[in-house]
């Protein structure tokens, strides 16, 4: 679903960045002549890099920000000199957020909610009319200033800079995501079928990884942490379950 949610955060913005849309009336690649969008991506992970493969297509200036540098690495290896990679501090992304035309948000911590990078005065310091694409939103966003919207509201407006916070985006393509999404769960269904949860589970750690809970026990430490539940050792629970 990143991988729909990344692609599509690229469309929405070239729409809200239309002027009859509410945004500053740029074409995201420009025109020979005249200069593209400059697109910040705050995260290169699957959002990110989904985000900026639509972008760099459509000809804007791209910028990548992570604090990762395997991350920065791959987006350099990936893209070359078609995308600039800038290492995620504080002092770059005020200064690259307060000078783009659409900024992504794409930033994710495991376990946690998402940490608000762009403030409210960066917000406020932004051209009228540039577009910002909270795809984090739903994870509690990445910008101070963001709200979840849905697909029959998807835009609002705070200094007159627009933003986009649909929390699931990829319900817009249901025929793509759901196909996407069979993609990539059609064999653990069918290992689940065909072998038992248990034995399933046994035999791939990575199904096992995505145990939430079973037999009333939550297994998954963030989870669990959350919702202020005991934590419950996923093997022990499996063993319990029966073949
Ligand atoms: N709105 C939607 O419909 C929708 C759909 C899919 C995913 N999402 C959300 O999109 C977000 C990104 O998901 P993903 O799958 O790309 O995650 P990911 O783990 O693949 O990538 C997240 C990236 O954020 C980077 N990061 C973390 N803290 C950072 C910081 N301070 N500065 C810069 N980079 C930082 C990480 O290094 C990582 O590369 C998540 O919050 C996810 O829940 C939303």
Redesign the pocket.
């Known amino acids: 679903?990143?991988k729909v949610?990344?692609r599509m955060s690229v469309q929405a913005a070239a729409n809200f960045l239309q002027q009859p849309n509410g945004g500053a009336g740029l074409l995201i690649g420009g025109v020979p002549g005249v200069p593209p969008a400059k697109v910040v991506i705050?995260?290169?992970?699957?959002?990110?890099q989904h985000a900026a493969e639509m972008a760099i297509g459509l000809g804007g200036n791209v910028t990548i920000?992570?604090?990762?540098n395997t991350?920065l690495d791959e987006c350099e290896a990936r893209w070359g000199a078609a995308v600039t990679t800038v290492y995620?501090t504080s002092s770059a992304l005020e200064d690259l957020v307060t000078d783009a035309d659409v900024v992504i948000g794409?930033?994710?911590?495991k376990g946690d909610t998402?940490?608000k990078?762009v403030t409210a005065e960066m917000v406020k310091a932004m051209r009228p009319g540039s577009v910002l694409v909270d795809?984090?939103?739903?994870?509690g966003g990445a910008f101070e200033t963001s709200h979840a919207t849905t697909h029959q509201d998807p835009v609002y407006m705070v200094d007159e800079v627009v933003h986009y916070a649909?929390?699931?985006?990829?319900g817009a393509v249901p025929r793509t995501s759901t196909y996407a999404l069979n993609n990539a769960t059609l064999p653990f269904t069918l290992a689940l079928a065909d072998r038992g949860a248990k034995e399933a589970m046994l035999g791939d750690a990575h199904l096992k990884n995505g145990l939430n809970v079973t037999g009333g026990k939550v297994t998954e430490p963030s989870v669990a942490d959350a919702l202020g539940y005991d934590f419950t050792d996923p093997d022990a629970a499996i063993a319990d379950l029966a073949s």
């Open positions: 679903m990143s949610a990344g705050i995260g290169g992970g699957v959002v990110g920000l992570d604090r990762n991350v995620s794409a930033v994710l911590v998402a940490p990078l795809v984090a939103i739903d994870q649909v929390a699931n985006m990829p």
